[in-house]
């Protein structure tokens, strides 16, 4: 038996369709917009184990109360019993500061090494191995220097907008290393806080036995 050949005939009628049908999707995607959960917007999943009443709309106007809005409750069960999912929107100046540790984090690691290499080029000058020695030891310390200064003024903002996140800012610093401590410990008690509001509204309205926080990086959301 012969078999139809699919290629035979006109090329632009073959295109057509999926054509179409990928000028519909980037409409959809561009103009429209994609819904964004959590897996793609990034946020907090949490999961109770319930043992009482569950108030959704009292959920919903009690995560309003502290600004939280975008949520997503899910119910399920399973051997152990009734398990609620609670997916909620990322805290957005939270996740402002988390996007700027790395360069913070970075910027400390230059420093740290900057600062031994200042070390060494002083000990050399102190000990006069060559002539270039003082030199080096005084480009050394203005490099240092510069460093230090940038990263004061990043951690300093990183503090700022860790106080409008809601977080205690307590003690101050000397150094490199007490500031890098200052800045992720106080970006610790402004997601706790964060948390605890949140676990708190959940509670006046959900009885429950047991919870997890799960934080969902927004891996995707660049691509949407």
Known sequence: ????????GDY???ILAPAILLVIAFYFIFFVGVPQGIEL??????????????????????????GVHEVSIRRYSNPVGDVLEVEIEQNEKLSEIEKSMPQFNQL????????????VAEEQARLEVDEGAEQRA???????????????QKGEELLDKIREAGGEVSGGYENARELKELVENSF???????????????????GYSSYSFRDVSPTLSGFF
């Open 41 to 66: 917007k990034g946020g907090v999943l949490v999961t109770l184990q319930v043992n009482g009443t569950v108030d959704e709309e009292g959920l919903q106007e009690g995560l309003a109360s502290i």
């Open 1 to 8: 038996m012969d078999m139809p050949n699919l290629y035979a």
């Open 12 to 14: 632009k009628k073959l």
């Open 138 to 152: 005084q480009e050394a310390r203005e490099r240092y220097e510069a460093l230090y200064s940038q990263l004061t």
């Open 188 to 206: 610790l008690s402004a997601r706790d806080k964060y948390r605890r509001e949140i676990l708190h509204a959940i509670g006046n309205n959900v």
């Open 108 to 119: 400390y690691s230059e420093v740290a090494d900057a600062e031994l290499e200042l070390a």
